[in-house]
């Protein structure tokens, strides 16, 4: 019998605390706001049913549990996160990760840009060393034999990043605002990269990478995180995949496959990528991605407690074979 798996990525949208201010220009939850998001996001998470969920703009773990709290399937998951930095100059929202699956020790939070990576911003003094929102890692125990190593993200919005450069007087700075944000997403991307190649390095392991990416899949930076598939390690292939375009049962009559809506415009920056153990078209397949589901209704109502996200679910199949992963070294991460 074959094993089913899913996995599940979903940007909650300011997940904080009631009575604590989380942007300068955002008021803060009333208990009764508060307990409608959180009432929300638990009826989301039990539709959802999957086995692992990682999730983007957490304000507040304790939040995170009060939602698990409110649920029926996930009261007793496991869940990893971690909390915004309270010394800061701003708060910036964290990712989190919940499990009903088994999780290996040695889950691991990146902050900091992997190899002594750093890029330069047009107008900045100092490189960028840091991901704009750490990424999380963790390692998911499908079966005594099998880890697969789940990283969660959030790359950098399109937000133009201003820099006190906002005049009216100087039209070409927001351009150079909305470049900094495009050099910023690619450093996460290119940092997130580097990590999964660093994973490689040490023992070949199937990998999902889930979260908000900011961009759509053929964008330059999500084409970073999936790689080129050119310089092999050890004869595997290296890429990722993003999922919806391998999945063998794709229906096109219902192929409403969109996250986000933005000035009118309807688009998928939510994604779920594989590696070639879980691409049917690879030789090297333990499972595949059989479908991908968009949980986007929400959208069209725009209610206040609601996210301005869609949900992005997976559902992959077991060959049956095994594979048994050997846990990589967690250097340069923070265990949580």
């Known amino acids: 019998m074959q094993q089913e798996l899913r996995f599940a990525t979903f940007n909650v949208c300011n997940l904080a605390l009631p009575g604590v201010k989380y942007y300068e220009d955002q008021i803060p939850y009333s208990l009764e706001e508060y307990d409608a998001k959180i009432s929300w996001i638990a009826q989301q998470l039990d539709r959802l049913d999957a086995d692992v969920i990682g999730l983007q703009e957490i304000f507040s773990q304790a939040a995170l549990k009060d939602v698990l709290a409110k649920t029926q399937k996930y009261r007793d998951a496991r869940h990893i996160g971690f909390d915004p930095d309270p010394q800061a100059d701003h708060l910036t929202p964290s990712v989190a990760l919940i499990s009903r699956l088994p999780v290996a020790e040695g889950a691991a939070t990146f902050t900091q840009l992997p190899n002594n990576l750093a890029v330069a911003l047009p107008g900045v003094t100092h490189p960028v060393t840091h991901f704009t929102r750490p990424v999380l890692h963790a390692k998911i125990e499908v079966s005594p034999n099998l880890l697969v190593h789940v990283f969660v993200c959030h790359l950098k919005s399109k937000l133009p990043d201003y ?9 070409d700075q927001a351009g150079i605002a909305m470049l ?6 690619g450093t996460d991307a290119l940092g997130l990269r580097t990590l999964l190649s660093n994973l490689n390095k040490e023992k070949r392991a199937p990998i999902i990478v889930m ?3 900011n961009d759509v899949a ?13 310089y092999p390690i050890n004869g595997a292939d290296d890429r990722l995949f993003e999922s919806y375009r391998i999945q063998s049962r794709r229906d096109a009559l219902r192929d409403v496959g969109y996250t986000h809506m933005h000035d009118g415009s309807y688009e998928t920056i939510d994604h779920i990528l594989v590696s070639e153990e879980f691409n049917p078209a ?4 333990i499972g595949e991605v059989v479908e991908v589901m968009y949980l986007n209704d929400h959208m069209t109502f725009k209610q206040a407690h609601a996210s301005d996200h869609g949900l992005v679910l997976v559902r992959i199949l077991l060959h049956g074979k095994s594979v048994t992963s050997i846990s990589p070294s967690d250097a340069d991460g923070t265990s949580v």
């Open 282 to 285: 690879s030789r090297a397949a």
């Open 218 to 230: 053929n964008a330059i930076p999500t084409q970073m995180v999936m790689g080129l598939g050119k």
């Open 180 to 185: 900094r944000s495009l050099i910023r997403r």
């Open 163 to 171: 820099r006190n450069d906002n005049h009216d007087d100087q039209p």
């Open 211 to 213: 979260g908000d990416f």
